[in-house]
């Protein structure tokens, strides 16, 4: 089981945060679109530099377009994904990236035997959810991705909260 991810954040607000989730065609890309539709509207005062990407554990989609319920699910709420493609998680070396949030504790582990430090990975389910996982909507209907976009705004809104209470520097 991870740590509690709040209390997990580094002493920098991280440049680069990449949402991680198996295929990188449901969760984790829909993750990247809010965290950009949420921290561009963030007040200006509370905001240091940060990128958001998305990519997945497996390289079963790699390349492939994205799930088109995430695509509408994003696009009912004003954010246009359909030009992101998967990536497999390994093309991001382990300097790249600051910060990894994986939507389920599989990601997580996964992420943790792949050599990403502890410290960088974190559960996206502790900010904000209870510790809950975000689940794989895939095999469900266009409810489950609607349920999905909920947790996953409420968590981002959470750490971006955090990151931003935190006052932490941007190096």
Do not use: W
């Amino acid at each position: 089981m991870p740590p509690n991810s709040a209390k997990n954040l580094q002493s920098t607000i991280p440049k680069k945060i990449c949402f991680v989730c198996l295929g990188n065609i449901c969760r984790s890309p829909l993750a990247e679109g809010i965290a950009k539709h949420l921290y561009a509207k963030m007040p200006k005062q509370s905001k240091a530099k940060i990128e958001f990407c998305s990519a997945g554990t497996s390289g079963f989609h790699n390349d492939e377009g994205i799930d088109s319920r995430s695509i509408g699910i994003a696009r009912e709420n004003g954010i246009d994904i359909s030009s992101y493609t998967s990536k497999q998680v390994s093309l991001y070396g382990h300097s790249d990236v600051d910060l990894f949030v994986a939507m389920d504790r599989q990601n997580y582990a996964t992420l943790l035997r792949l050599g990403f430090k502890p410290s960088k990975v974190v559960l996206l389910g502790d900010f904000g959810l209870g510790g809950k996982e975000v689940p794989d909507p895939y095999y469900g209907g266009s409810d489950g991705f609607a349920k999905v976009y909920e947790m996953l705004e409420a968590g981002i809104a959470n750490l971006l909260e955090n990151l931003a209470k935190a006052d932490l520097p941007n190096k």
